[in-house]
């Protein structure tokens, strides 16, 4: 069993920066991906960007040049630093860990970038 703890959303204005992190516990794979991924009301989840543990990234063409995601394998943790926000990207943010067909999401947290 894998257990994740998100933090970091908040309130932002457009053109800011916030930085979201998320804690791992439990059984950890040392060959896993960590990931995030947002929602709105009435939408699906939608990928925003993935990190292998050996740290290959993938990022939503939404985000590209705007967010950097990275990983600290000791400390089983992925942070996602978000730049030049826009009013789009508000959305709730879900930490997710996947490993083969096992996968584990956080409880999600409040992006909200508005003036």
């Known amino acids: 069993q894998v257990q994740l703890e998100e933090s970091g959303g908040g309130l932002v204005q457009p053109g800011g920066s916030l930085r979201l992190s998320c804690a791992a516990s439990g059984s950890i794979s040392s060959i896993n991906v960590m990931g995030w991924y947002r929602q709105t009301p009435g939408k699906q989840r939608e990928l925003v960007a993935t990190i292998t543990s050996s740290r290959g990234t993938n990022y939503a063409d939404s985000v590209k040049g705007r967010f950097t995601i990275s990983r600290d394998n000791a400390k089983n943790t992925v942070s996602l630093q978000m730049n030049s926000l826009k009013p789009e990207d508000t959305a709730v943010y879900y930490c997710?860990?996947?490993?083969?067909?096992?996968?584990?999401w956080g409880q999600g947290t409040q992006v909200t970038v508005s003036s």
């Open positions: 997710n860990y996947k490993v083969a067909s096992y996968e584990v």
